[in-house]
């Protein structure tokens, strides 16, 4: 199988399996006083070290989660405690949404969803505007967009929500391990991240709150006080170690992987275009993460396509929750058509990807969506 589903999930590198079995070769409570509790202790300690190196962050501002909607309901609930509306856009991931909409849902008016451009880019009059009310909680706009991978230019929108009084929030869940992210250069007060869209396990997750912050002590689960109380439970140092692992192997290579990726997502693009034609690529080619694209097959259902090349995993533009699919919230907030979000599919790329997935990738896709063009085009 040709693996160019990296947004939905990476492949654990073999430095975050090798260190997450160690973990579990050893027993230890992280929260004990003898020997193994301590050496379980010293394992999560350097994988919040590495998390953070990640970060350019201190390894005390480290939350570690079930994973980034976690983080998100964390960062959300905490903030929201305190009253006061949430600020945050049509395009965000559910684990953002949702929770907002639920935060909100006695009273409507305390959420504002900021609208995109064609090119998915948040507007920051429109975040102006929405501050200009007062009363703001919590701002939390995405860094790097799971179905199109369109970036967000966050220094100057946290800019303006502290100059309203408003933390700042970002979901950073396809930016980390993909570009560099400097919390010394951004001033986010809060961003969620998953291990295992950089090669970390699943359910495994962060949530950084900046030290100072003025945030509520709010947790979700209650307990036994660890993680400063924020998030209480045995941790899961297996899954702790491997996350930190696969961080600092990210870190490590990540700006030869950034060119190496963008290549060969740009090689993909430029095939598929070029050879089938009456296709658009969707969102700002200017600011988008390195490895994905996603792509409007004008005349080709996407759930078609995808069926007619099960040698590749890559992913419609259509969220499906609740069992029922529905067209992309991401597209439409972009002004696309309900016909064109649902011709629309998203591959992404990552560390482990190669010249030979990709050309796989265009050889199987220009046939797919040649045939269902075909099957589907009315006969003169
Ligand atoms: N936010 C974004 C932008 C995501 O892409 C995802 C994963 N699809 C999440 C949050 C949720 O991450 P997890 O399922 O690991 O909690």
Redesign the pocket.
């Known amino acids: 199988l040709t693996y160019l589903d990296y947004?939905?999930?990476a492949p654990m590198r073999p430095e975050a399996r090798e260190a997450a079995l160690a973990s579990m070769e050893t027993v230890g409570n992280a929260s004990s006083a003898h020997r193994s509790g301590r050496d379980a202790a010293q394992r999560v300690d350097e994988a919040r070290r590495q998390v953070a190196d990640l970060l350019n962050c201190s390894p005390g501002e480290i939350i570690f989660?079930?994973?980034?909607?976690?983080?998100?309901n964390l960062a959300l609930r905490a903030a929201h405690s305190v009253g006061g509306t949430v600020i945050t856009s049509t395009v965000?991931?559910?684990?953002?949404l949702e929770t907002a909409k639920n935060l909100t849902a006695t009273t409507p008016d305390a959420l504002r969803l900021l609208a995109v451009d064609a090119d998915g880019l948040v507007d920051i009059d429109g975040l102006h505007a929405a501050l200009s009310a007062g009363d703001v909680a919590i701002v939390s706009l995405?860094?790097?967009?799971?179905e199109t991978g369109v970036l967000t230019d966050l220094a100057p929108l946290a800019e303006a929500a502290h100059a309203a009084g408003a933390l700042f929030h970002t979901?950073?869940?396809?930016m980390v391990g993909r570009l560099p992210f400097d919390l010394a250069e951004v001033d986010v007060d809060l961003l969620?991240l998953?291990?295992?869209?950089f090669g970390g396990p699943?359910?495994?997750?962060a949530l950084f709150v900046r030290r100072g912050i003025a945030l509520p002590y709010h947790p979700l689960i209650f307990g036994g006080g660890q993680e400063r109380g924020w998030r209480a439970g045995t941790l899961n140092v297996a899954g702790i170690t491997g996350a930190g692992a696969a961080a600092a192997a990210a870190h490590r290579g990540l700006a030869e992987e950034i060119a190496r990726v963008a290549r060969l997502r740009d090689l993909l693009e430029s095939a598929l275009v070029e050879q089938l034609g009456d296709c658009r690529i969707n969102g700002s080619l200017d600011y988008r993460l390195p490895g994905v694209t996603s792509i409007t097959f004008h005349g080709a259902p996407a759930d078609a396509v995808l069926t007619a090349m099960p040698d590749v995993a890559a992913s419609e533009g259509s969220a499906c929750s609740s069992g029922a699919p529905s067209p992309s919230h991401v597209l439409l907030a972009m002004g696309r058509s309900r016909e064109e979000a649902d011709s629309t599919v998203r591959f992404s790329l990552g560390y482990a990807s190669t010249r030979a997935d990709v050309d796989q990738a265009i050889a199987s896709t220009i046939r797919a969506v040649r045939q269902v063009r075909a099957a589907l085009a009315i006969p003169i």
């Open positions: 947004n939905a999930t989660t079930s994973g980034a909607t976690e983080a998100n965000e991931h559910p684990a953002v995405m860094a790097g967009n799971n979901d950073a869940t396809q969620s998953s291990a295992h869209k699943q359910g495994v997750g």
